[in-house]
């Protein structure tokens, strides 16, 4: 049985940073992209950020470009999410997600396997 657990979100003053981490278990994905994508209550879940299983290829929303990094650890079958410089309009719940199937990277229906998602909170 896959599962995917994230953690690390919180709450955190404009311009702090936070880590989240995703552990998957149940199977290994090193050979597939794993992202992440951030949703708003009543809002369509947006794409954030995601990463080749080999980690050598990573693409980004615009809006968090230079400010989040995404990274893998295939000897722990986890992907992190480092975010800097947040701002109030990153407040959403944060999701991992493997992508198995062909399809865009920006898109939530090439995405299988999803987390419960963390809540990450940013007061101005």
């Known amino acids: 049985q896959v599962q995917l657990v994230e953690s690390g979100g919180g709450l955190v003053q404009a311009g702090g940073s936070l880590r989240l981490s995703c552990a998957a278990s149940?199977?290994?994905?090193?050979?597939?992209?794993m992202g992440w994508f951030r949703q708003d209550p009543g809002k369509e879940r947006d794409f954030v950020a995601t990463?080749?299983?080999?980690?050598?290829?990573?693409y980004y929303a615009d809006s968090v470009k230079g400010r989040f990094t995404i990274s893998r650890d295939n000897a722990k079958n986890t992907v992190y999410l480092q975010m800097n410089s947040l701002k109030p309009e990153d407040t959403a719940v944060y999701y991992c997600?493997?992508?198995?199937?062909?399809?865009?990277?920006?898109?939530?229906?090439?995405?299988?396997?999803w987390g419960q998602g963390t809540q990450v909170t940013v007061s101005s």
């Open positions: 990463i080749s299983g080999s980690g050598g290829n990573t």
């Open positions: 997600a493997v992508k198995l199937r062909s399809g865009s990277y920006y898109s939530t229906r090439a995405y299988d396997y």
């Open positions: 149940g199977r290994t994905f090193n050979a597939y992209f």
